[in-house]
């Protein structure tokens, strides 16, 4: 369907039409708007120009964008607003708990369950082309609270998370943390479901499929709240609990004095790809904790009362003794898949225009960092094997629903076609480093990372 509104590579899209799909969801298909709103809020990001071949606006979307939950708020009085949502479902769970009567009320709730980190998922069949997928193991409400209730656990409100609504299939999403409930894993292994790794899901995933797409912004989103959840369990200002508050979308302290309230962190991070304009070549480097012969942009935490370009500076200075002028904005991609004390980072991706060139490394920081031509950097993306890794991370994931606990190592998936090992590899697709890096040597902007590509080159725009 979209691509329908992209005629040529060359040809701007019908924004218009497009916003129109975002503000009216409805329009696109009461059948299938769950993956079809994803699609086109991705195509929407086509809809920015630019006079210049610099790209200085958000010309992609990423692995862990695109949530369809959480494209509109209602008001507080709409059935799907988080304390609407949270008064019915407080009153559905006061009956009794071998009702399934809850399941045909409207709206319905499903829940996705996280054990450490862990979303619930199902390996299915692809359609051929992509092989092996997956989707996202959501349960009802009523088989949630029975489950838990084989393992002595009562299910409440205050433990389910808010995470959005599809209104026009009348559903309300939760997500729950069952980390301490061991028993619920072979419940679910049972049914062909089982809790995989989120990084293993996104290496997984098809960006052909905007259904898998959609989940994995989903299990991101769902992932980083729950997680903050157990890191904001007393309240910074006076060191009491904190208790839940708009359906687990903010905390509150519970001293009556204090009623502080917590809302979820962000830890904003600036890559980059320092650029050597003159010699046409980019500063890749190595930390230590990559796999071997990965190579990615340079990147560092934001420090306060500082601006994202200063960041950009001060890091690259830091890290590999360059100065850097011009810093022009690319893209930001959310990343959940950090570790667990900052579950919500936030990626700000830019190019940084070196004004120095003699690197000098920080080994407490990297590994090593040198310059890579364009041609270089060209072949090495085009020599790493990323289909295959997607294809092989999708094998795994039907391993462990069909109870295979032992699956292949993925960091030796990166092959030339040839069969040997290629000599560097860069992350792949569902990081935003590869953008960076891909949009540098392509000259455009590409939509679907892997799989099926929408390209506009920047200078037609």
Known sequence: MLLSLFPSSSSPPNCAFISSLLLNPRRTSPASPFFLRAATTRAISLCFTTTSTTMSVNLQTHAFAGN??????????????????LETL????????????????????????????????????????????WHLGWIGLADC????????????????????FMPDEDVVYWAIDVSSESSLVPEFGGKRLCFVELRTLMVA???????????????????ALLEWHKLSRFCGSCGANTVPA??????????????????????????????????????????????????????????????????VRRET???????????????????????????????VGFFAYAKTLEINV????????????????????????????????????EQMCKGVEKGQSLSAD????????????????????????????????????GGRQISTSLSNL
């Open 414 to 449: 990166f092959n030339v076609e040839s069969g040997e090992l290629a000599p560097m590899f860069f992350p792949g697709p569902s990081a935003i480093a590869h953008h960076l890096i891909s949009s540098w040597v392509h000259g455009q902007t590409t939509i679907g990372g």
């Open 68 to 85: 369809p939950l959480r494209s509109t708020i209602p008001k507080p009085g709409d059935p799907f607003s988080p304390s609407s949502a």
């Open 145 to 164: 609270r029975r489950f838990l209730a084989k393992s002595g656990v009562e299910l409440t409100a205050e433990s389910l998370v808010f995470l959005g």
């Open 317 to 347: 200075f830091e890290e590999a003794g360059i100065e850097v002028g011009e810093v022009v904005y690319h893209s930001s991609q959310p990343w959940p898949v950090g570790p667990n004390s900052m579950p919500c980072q936030l990626m």
């Open 246 to 311: 708009e359906a687990g979308r903010r905390k509150q302290c519970s001293n009556e004095t204090c009623k502080a309230r917590v809302y979820p962190r962000i830890d904003p991070v600036v890559i980059m790809l320092v650029i050597d304009k003159e010699n046409d070549r980019v500063l890749l480097s190595r930390q230590s904790r990559f796999v071997p012969r990965m190579w990615s942009c340079l990147a560092g935490f934001i420090e306060p009362g500082e601006s994202l370009e200063e960041a």
């Open 362 to 397: 920080d080994k407490t920081e990297l590994e090593d960092a040198k310059w890579l031509s364009r041609e270089d950097v060209q072949k090495a993306l085009s020599l790493a094997e990323y289909k295959k890794a997607q294809t092989t991370a999708a094998a795994k994931v």
């Open 90 to 133: 407080k009153s559905r769970l006061m009956e009794s708990a071998s009702s399934n009567h809850s399941q045909l009320l409207s709206p319905s709730f499903q829940v996705l369950p996280f054990r450490k980190g862990r979303p619930l998922a199902s390996s299915v069949d692809g359609d051929g082309a992509s092989g092996r997928n």
């Open 205 to 223: 995933a098809d960006w052909t499929d905007d259904r898998v797409m959609a989940d994995l912004a989903i299990a991101g989103h769902a992932r």
